[in-house]
Every structure is written in C-alpha cells, then in structure tokens.
C-alpha cells in the first residue's frame, strides 16, 4: 500500500513541529525516517497513525485521499503504530492485551484468539506464551506482541517509533528479520530512528528530517557523513574524551550483597576513585541497576559495608547519600526523574531547595534561563517537562545536577538521543570528571559502554564480572560475557581486578 503525505504541518504553542513536510513512500518497502531529537519525526507519524491531527495537508493511501480521526479508525484504514515504549498494559495477561482494540464484542472467544495468536507468532518465530503476564517480558518481546496484535487487527502500513531503544543485539536482529519479512509480503514499513546504523542496516530508502521540515532524501548506498550533515545541517566530529585519571577514593564496597525479589548480588568488593568511568554491561534484569540503587543509597544491602569517603553509610537512606554528594539520574525520565506538569523554573526551584516559605519568582525565572543556555536546552523557562524531546529532557536532568558531586549515578544516559546530542551529555559529564566527581553508567549500547568507559564491568544472572579493560575489549567479547560465555578466559586473560563476586 502506498503513502503519500502532502505539505503537512503541525504546530504547538510557537513551535513549528511540522513545516510543510511531503513524503511518498512505495508499498512493500522500508522507508527510514532520521532526524535528530525534535526533528518532528513522532509528530509526523503520530499524525499518520491518528494520535494527533495535523492543522493542515492531506494524506493519500494508494492515491486515495484519507482523514484520520483516531488510532482506532487509522487501524481500520490499515495503518498501525509501534510507539517507543508499547502501548500495552503490564498487569494483563499477553492474551487480554491483544484482545485490546479487537470488535470482538464484550465477550470474544479467547480459545480462538489464543489458536490465532499461536499461529501468527509461529510464522514469525516467536516464542512468547500467551498466557504469561506482560510485565514479565523484555522489551523486545512486549514488541513482538504488539506487532502480532496489529498485524492481527489489520494493518498493512507499520509505523515503528524508535524500536532499538532499550533492546538487546539479539532482539534487533529478529526484529529487523521480522520487518524484512513483512516487507516481502506487501506490507509498507516506516521505521522512525536517529541510529543511522540502523537506517543503513535496516531500510530501502530514507528521508531525513531537521526543524520540521525535510532536508533530503537517500538510497543506499548510503553516505554516513551525508546523512549527518543533512539531519545536523554540519558534520558532527568525533571527540577523544577520555578521563583526567583517578583521584581519591569515593565509594567503597566491601562484601556487599543485594538481595531484590529472585536475584541476589553476593559478596561484591569494589572501589570507585574521583575523576574516573565506570560502565556496567549486561542483559536488562541482570543486576545492574540494583546495583546502581544500592549504591545510591535507594536499596538497602542484605550484607556488607558501604562507604563514601571513610564513612560508613550501609543503613543511611538517600538523602543522607545526596548530602554526600551522590546522585542518581534513572533511565524512566518522566516516572522517576522528573515531574510531569511542573515547568522547568519549577523543577530548578525544587532542586535548588530554596530558603523560607517564599519563592523569587525573578530570580528563579533567571537562574532557570540561565540554565537552559548554558545546557542548549529546546524550550523555555515555562515549558512543561512532558513537552521537551527526549535529548532536551536529558540534558533538563544534567541541568538539575548540583555542584560540586562526588559521584553520578545514571541508568541509560544516552538512550533514545541522536548522535549530536550524545556527545553533548558525555561532554558534560566529563567535565564533572575533571572536577573530580566519579560516575558508574549502565547502557545497552556496548559501543557506548567501550567508548566512555575507563574500566568496566559485566553483569550476568546477578553474577559481577571482574573489571574489564575497554582499550582491549572489543564489542563482541563484551556481547559473548554478557550472554555468559568466556568468562574463565577473559578474566584469566585480564589479570585480577578490583572487583569480585564470589
């Protein structure tokens, strides 16, 4: 089926999402969609999937002008949307959240839907039980389902936001051997990304979007220093942003155990010097991110001793640990690090803290104004947090930062931002570095884990792997220790750490 789009626009407050965009894509290819963070890439698709309505242009499916009302009534035309993070409801059961949207009536024959959800998902190679609850799968599984589900509902034009975010090696790869299929039988991909490795991988053409408006399109072969330059209007440079070196010692473990329903982290000793970065790989579910709470002073150890300086915090709750100058930035950037509704003067406001019972509104407008330039931040001091792309809510949270730390914490601190915009966040953190704060980073990007990383360390099953030496390790040893192979080899090969679970 193709799609046409014509002279789109979109506009909220004074930004101009969408200027005048046009794009016509074949049936049964798979057109890329590349911007950078706030290109207007999710606007334009959520207008062709009916989650918003545009203030004005058509919209043409093989040469017959649409109006899209609604995702329900987009989905009855045949157009459905993967967003980045599923729509899907955790609690349910896989089988119940399929049925989500189905004119099946209040009571459809589940017998029948679990019959017909076995068999498309076998067509596909997928192995998810439609009985099992939804909060127990990986991301990529809660993809898989959600394409099962709109492919089972009657879509022939596939809209996928951002899909590699937050999703394994492995799960790329079926997904993509998923997309390329459904290619192959007419259906029309638009795979939404700012990964140009994955447009190069992935797609059969591809238009690049910045500010709203189209700024090129390509074939492959495709030139990577083009495509930059058309999504940044410059090449972006690659930087060598190495730390300063290790200071004094900031964080001390000693025979920590973590203890987290089913997963247990026994008898870690670790210790983490000012100026330096430490990467934690692994598999979602493997341990890290306890590990990163416990250390934060949010989880409490079942054993062992914590110490910041020659303190001992092991029973000290969180806010004794940020008096200490810890940290903790989370990857769920809206749920946990900051508050929807509230505009950024309001966020510096609460981070400041404030003296008395009476806010300076000037001043705080001010020091919120300041912020936002000095961090490039794409909003004002009265924009709310929701509204801010993922980069520009990224850096919010750098942003929010006091001075002086001695140690971030961050969960994920490039996930979903463009290139541009991750060399921004690693540029500021190591210039934290060079005041001598230390910082411990998890992320499912290994390239990223390699490139930033002074030593790192590998999480599996709740196991810690001694410390790794990024200069000689490369991306597929780091892969092969996070499936759990080559262990024995490659701590024998690396010597003794300085940190150890036995």
Known sequence: MKVELRNIHKSFGDVHANAGISLEVPGGSIQGILGENGAGKSTLMKILSGYIHADSGE???????ISIQSPANAIRQGIGML???????????????FLVGHDGGLLPNKKAVNNEFK??????????DPEAYVDSLTVGERQQVEILRLLWLGARILILDEPTTGISTQQKDKLFATLRRLAKQGKTILFVSHKLEDIEELCDRVV??????VTGEAKPPFDTNHLVELMFGKVIPSEDIRSPGAGEIILGLKDISIEVGRLRIDNVNLEVRGGEVIGLAGMEGSGQNLFLRACAGLIRPVGGHIFIG?????????????RRGITFLPASRLEEGLIPGLSLTEHFILS??????????????????QRITEYNIRGTASS????LSGGNQQRALLALLKTPLSLILLEHPTRGLDIESTIYVWTKLKERCLEGTAILFTSSDLDEVLQYSDRVLVFFSGKISQFLDPSTTDVEQLGQLIGGKGWSKAFTDQGNGNAESK
Do not use: C
């Not at 967003?83 to 959240?97: A, C, K, R, S, T």
């Not at 068999?119 to 998810?128: A, G, N, V």
């Not at 020659?310 to 940020?322: D, G, P």
């Not at 404030?354 to 919120?368: A, H, K, P, V």
């Open 208 to 213: 690049v979007l910045r500010q709203g408006k």
């Open 119 to 128: 068999k498309l998902q076998k067509e596909f190679d997928f192995s998810i």
């Open 59 to 65: 919209i043409f499916l093989d040469d017959h002008q």
């Open 352 to 369: 400041e803290g404030g003296n008395g019972f009476f806010i300076n509104w000037e001043t705080s407008r001010q020091l919120s104004r």
């Open 384 to 387: 709310a947090v929701e509204s």
């Open 310 to 322: 020659n303190q001992e915090m092991t029973r000290s709750h969180y806010r004794a640990f940020q």
């Open 83 to 97: 967003h980045q993070d599923p729509l899907d409801f955790p609690p349910m059961q896989i089988i119940d959240n």
